[in-house]
Structure formats: structure tokens, C-alpha cells
């Protein structure tokens, strides 16, 4: 299911399940980053897949997401 931004993914993800999750790291309004922090607090989200997805796939993205993310 598409959502046009990171706000909308969150309130999508409270009310459906989901198996996994392509996480755009650019989005208005919520980007993807915090989006996943979000997630990862509600219960559940501490087990949900979560890719991160990014055009530009910097290193310094890809340390992050996965310290962070």
C-alpha cells in the first residue's frame, strides 16, 4: 500500500498489519527515519521488517540506518 508521505505510513501501520515495510527515507512531513522510530516504539513494530529505500544510498545513510533504524 503506497502512502504519499511518512505521517500517513504511521497511521496506515496503526490500523493494518503488515508483513513488511518499504520505508522511503525522503518523505514530507515524517521522513522515513523517523517514521521507523516511531514505528519501532509501538509494540508492533519491534519485530516488523522494516527497508529503509533511499536514491541517493549515501554511506553515511546506510551507517545510519543501521545504528539507528
Do not use: W, Y
Not at 514530507?28 to 519491534?46: C, F, M, Y
Amino acid at each position: 500500500m503506497k502512502q504519499e508521505d511518512g505521517q500517513a505510513a504511521l497511521e496506515q501501520i496503526e490500523r493494518q498489519r503488515f508483513d513488511l515495510v518499504l520505508m522511503d527515507m525522503q518523505m514530507p512531513r515524517i521522513d522515513g527515519l523517523e517514521a521507523t522510530r516511531r514505528i519501532r516504539k509501538q509494540a508492533i513494530g519491534s519485530g516488523l521488517p522494516i527497508i529503509a529505500m533511499n536514491a541517493h544510498a549515501f554511506v553515511e545513510d546506510k551507517l545510519f540506518c543501521r545504528r539507528d533504524g
